[in-house]
């Protein structure tokens, strides 16, 4: 009887060796990809593609930008320390969120007049999120209704995963209804963004005076609920009397009436003759947004939807307690990619703490300078169960539309897909701090 010896069976490509082998294969014939694999050439790009206003938009933050440089000091404060010598052959991504598995813990985040960077943008960001699996959490601030947006996903993958990003107005009833229709079109979690109750100091659209809900983009989700349209009604029926800005008759004035009438649902020469679209803007600049919030709204919703509910924004350990006490489902440490607050802490080194006060009683996910497949990698391995990515994929959407989006997040993907094997690791819920070491201060 002769020793069989034994071969490794085939294993089928891993994401990230699928991903490389088609960029490479198709490299063969001289095709090279549209969207960049590292992230300072698609930033580059990116911003050649978008106008100022777009770039000031998506690609600024607020006051000198502090934020914005701590949220990647603070990746670079912690080194992946790697092993060798273990089969790294067969490598796990998934993750379960709320009862859906996901092929990889990477969400899209929500980012508000994604329009200003491609046209139809929340159309073609679901229908990316959709060919890759993992979820897109809508923005309140979207430029198509939800609805349209979750036919689309459906249209690609049915059942495509979704959440529901909400801003809580000054309306409770605009609220209760925004709730109603994510529910309806299937979000499976409601998203609440609470660090952005006043919009913060933002140099770049300030220095262009540029506000794109003022010319209606970015509120699609509102003009299309029957809740707003109706207080726009009453408002139109019942005007206040007070006298609004004096009106000048300008070249940005007129581009700017064109611009609202543009977006709102009907025909643009009626739209052009009606008080509507002016007052469909203004009603939102009142009311979008509510600098009383408290943790009582929070419980209110828990009681109306049945849905998980995720707390996005919290950098603090004790409001992570107070959250998970009352039975919050998860938690997104988040600075809001460093939009809001100059001289924040970043949301890595927030991190460590808020997973210890959550203790595993929620979902912990975080966003704001996630960029990179190594990004993600240390961001799990501080205990986040998945990463949001907000930038990287409005960057790809500005290049080449639905499908930028698409591989800005599935390099992303592979690259932790690679750093995994490559760290000799093979299952991305098994990750701990020990796969790391902080090499700087914080």
């Known amino acids: 009887m002769t020793d069989q010896i034994e071969r490794p069976t085939a294993t089928p490509p891993s994401p990230g060796r699928a991903r490389q082998n088609a ?134 993958t049915p059942g495509a995963p979704r959440w529901f990003q909400l801003y809580w107005s000054t309306d409770d009833a605009l609220v209760e209804s925004l709730v109603r229709r994510a529910e309806n079109m299937g979000a499976e979690a409601i998203v609440v963004t609470l660090d952005t109750t006043m919009l913060g100091w933002r140099p770049q659209d300030l220095n262009l005076g540029s506000l794109p809900f003022a010319r209606a983009e970015g509120i699609a989700q509102y003009t299309s609920d029957p809740r707003f349209r109706d207080i726009v009604a009453e408002r139109i029926a019942n005007p206040s009397g007070a006298a609004g800005p004096k009106v000048e008759l300008t070249r940005a004035a007129v581009s700017t009436l064109f611009s609202m009438a543009r977006h709102l649902p009907g025909s643009l020469l009626k739209n052009l003759a009606s008080p509507v679209p002016k007052q469909s803007v203004q009603t939102f600049l009142d009311i979008y947004s509510r600098p009383s919030l408290t943790w009582d709204d929070i419980a209110g919703l828990q009681k109306r939807t049945s849905l998980p509910v995720v707390l996005k924004g919290i950098l603090h350990p004790d409001d992570a307690r107070t959250a998970v006490e009352m039975g919050i489902d998860g938690i997104i440490v988040s600075n809001h990619g460093g939009r809001q607050v100059d001289g924040s802490i970043s949301s890595l080194h927030a991190l460590p703490d808020v997973v210890a006060a959550v203790d595993g009683r929620a979902k912990v996910l975080i966003d704001s300078g996630v960029y990179t497949g190594a990004d993600a990698f240390k961001a799990l391995a501080l205990g986040a169960d998945a990463v949001c990515i907000g930038r990287p994929h409005m960057y790809g959407l500005a290049i080449n539309g639905r499908d930028g989006a698409r591989d800005a997040v599935a390099n992303i993907i592979a690259e932790l897909d690679l750093t995994l094997g490559l760290s000799g690791h093979t299952d991305v819920t098994s990750l701990t701090p020990d796969a790391l070491r902080h090499m700087g201060r914080r």
Request: charged share 20%.
């Open 23 to 156: 960029i490479y294969s198709a490299g063969v014939f001289g095709h090279i990809p549209s969207v960049p694999a590292d992230f300072a050439e698609l930033e580059r790009r990116a911003k050649r593609a978008m106008g100022p206003r777009a770039w000031a938009y998506i690609g600024g933050g607020a006051g000198e930008g502090a934020t914005m440089r701590a949220n990647r000091a603070a990746f670079d404060d912690w080194a992946i320390v790697p092993r060798v010598l273990r089969d790294v052959s067969r490598r796990d991504l998934s993750v379960d969120l709320f009862g859906t598995t996901l092929p990889a813990p990477v969400l899209f985040s929500p980012v508000g007049a994604g329009e200003l960077a491609h046209p139809d943008s929340d159309i073609h960001i679901g229908s990316a999120a959709a060919e890759l699996g993992v979820p897109y959490i809508f923005s309140n601030q979207g430029c198509s209704p939800m609805e349209d947006t979750a036919a689309a996903m459906e249209a690609v």
